[in-house]
């Protein structure tokens, strides 16, 4: 059947001690580290806020949704390291090189970057300079907050945190988690599907997310599956890290909604909407304008005849 044939990405995977006891060994293993990681952070940041006689420990932790620039680098940071070792030490108890987190088949290609990079961007800026006929009346109204001196300075760190955090969360879920469950069980479809659950669950606390729930998660789960099957039908992580890393880019440098990923040093912000419907519109939009990036990204990199096809692969012919 074809529901239950498997995956020559995942059979490629099967490297190492990737059997079911090194999983759960794997998995248990990475509870205390994230115990300790997580400690650390804290300690840290607690030694930090006495030595520069800012309470940045307190805020911190009181802070539900930061605003300004070091809060929400702390936040980046805070999910980055606690990400990153558990996905190491998880991939080494298997026995697997920390480099196949970010290249499972082959070496690392910054080329399909610089591809992907130029293709989302082109794709994002004729949404933004082309509008939608009949729906003028869903379009948020949009408020420029200006260039400051701020920008020039945390430009960077921004740029640094947010990588860390996005890749943090590729590494563990697609990097690490995706990888070893898709190599123990040989129904191709569990290990996406479980995985993009995993991810999904992480964003309940969100009371933004809770709020249209429905319509939310049907956007988050056919993305992230999306997403997966570009990682499966490339062999390597690279547009999964791209896509995540300008999604949350534009979120919190570019263009957001207030009360969201927007803060201070985000250049555009649009006003909270109360009304359920019109948010439903807006998501289903911002779905409809997904799934038009994955095509022109499926033909770039998936349609035979495109000038930047990635040929398909076996287990026999690949390995990382």
């Given at each position: 059947?074809?529901?239950?044939?498997?995956?020559?990405?995942?059979?490629?995977?099967?490297?190492?001690?990737?059997?079911?006891?090194?999983?759960?060994?794997?998995?248990?293993?990475?509870?205390?580290?994230?115990?300790?990681?997580?400690?650390?952070?804290?300690?840290?940041?607690?030694?930090?806020?006495?030595?520069?006689?800012?309470?940045?420990?307190?805020?911190?932790?009181?802070?539900?949704?930061?605003?300004?620039?070091?809060?929400?680098?702390?936040?980046?940071?805070?999910?980055?390291?606690?990400?990153?070792?558990?996905?190491?030490?998880?991939?080494?108890?298997?026995?697997?090189?920390?480099?196949?987190?970010?290249?499972?088949?082959?070496?690392?290609?910054?080329?399909?970057?610089?591809?992907?990079?130029?293709?989302?961007?082109?794709?994002?800026l004729l949404f933004?300079?082309?509008?939608?006929?009949?729906?003028?009346?869903?379009?948020?109204?949009?408020?420029?907050?200006?260039?400051?001196?701020?920008?020039?300075?945390?430009?960077?760190?921004?740029?640094?945190?947010?990588?860390?955090?996005?890749?943090?969360?590729?590494?563990f879920f697609k990097?690490?988690?995706?990888?070893?469950?898709?190599?123990?069980?040989?129904?191709?479809?569990?290990?996406?599907?479980?995985?993009?659950?995993?991810?999904?669950?992480?964003?309940?606390?969100?009371?933004?997310?809770?709020?249209?729930?429905?319509?939310?998660?049907?956007?988050?789960?056919?993305?992230?599956?999306?997403?997966?099957?570009?990682?499966?039908?490339?062999?390597?992580?690279?547009?999964?890290?791209?896509?995540?890393?300008?999604?949350?880019?534009?979120?919190?440098?570019?263009?957001?909604?207030?009360?969201?990923?927007?803060?201070?040093?985000?250049?555009?912000?649009?006003?909270?909407?109360?009304?359920?419907?019109?948010?439903?519109?807006?998501?289903?939009?911002?779905?409809?304008?997904?799934?038009?990036?994955?095509?022109?990204?499926?033909?770039?990199?998936?349609?035979?005849?495109?000038?930047?096809?990635?040929?398909?692969?076996?287990r026999g012919s690949?390995?990382?």
């Open positions: 059947m074809n529901a239950l044939k498997k995956s020559p990405y995942f059979l490629s995977q099967r490297l190492g001690r990737w059997k079911w006891p090194w999983l759960i060994l794997a998995i248990l293993s990475v509870i205390p580290v994230a115990i300790l990681a997580s400690n650390l952070f804290d300690y840290l940041l607690e030694v930090f806020s006495k030595f520069t006689g800012t309470p940045w420990y307190r805020l911190f932790m009181e802070t539900d949704q930061a605003t300004d620039p070091p809060l929400v680098l702390l936040e980046l940071l805070c999910v980055g390291l606690l990400c990153w070792p558990i996905a190491i030490v998880g991939s080494l108890i298997q026995g697997r090189a920390v480099k196949t987190l970010v290249a499972p088949i082959k070496s690392f290609r910054w080329g399909l970057v610089g591809k992907t990079i130029l293709l989302v961007m082109l794709i994002q933004f300079l082309i509008p939608i006929p009949g729906l003028n009346e869903f379009e948020p109204i949009f408020k420029f907050n200006g260039f400051r001196t701020e920008h020039g300075y945390w430009l960077l760190p921004m740029i640094v945190c947010i990588l860390l955090q996005t890749t943090g969360e590729d590494v990097g690490f988690l995706l990888r070893q469950f898709g190599a123990v069980v040989p129904v191709f479809w569990f290990a996406p599907v479980l995985v993009t659950a995993c991810f999904v669950s992480i964003h309940f606390g969100n009371p933004d997310f809770m709020k249209n729930i429905g319509t939310i998660l049907v956007y988050f789960v056919m993305t992230e599956l999306i997403i997966i099957f570009f990682l499966m039908r490339s062999g390597g992580m690279e547009i999964p890290l791209v896509l995540h890393f300008l999604n949350n880019f534009i979120l919190f440098m570019v263009c957001a909604e207030e009360g969201t990923q927007a803060n201070e040093l985000t250049l555009w912000v649009y006003e909270k909407c109360e009304d359920d419907f019109i948010n439903r519109v807006r998501i289903y939009i911002s779905l409809g304008q997904e799934l038009i990036l994955f095509a022109g990204l499926y033909l770039m990199f998936f349609w035979h005849r495109s000038p930047y096809y990635i040929h398909p692969f076996n690949t390995g990382p």
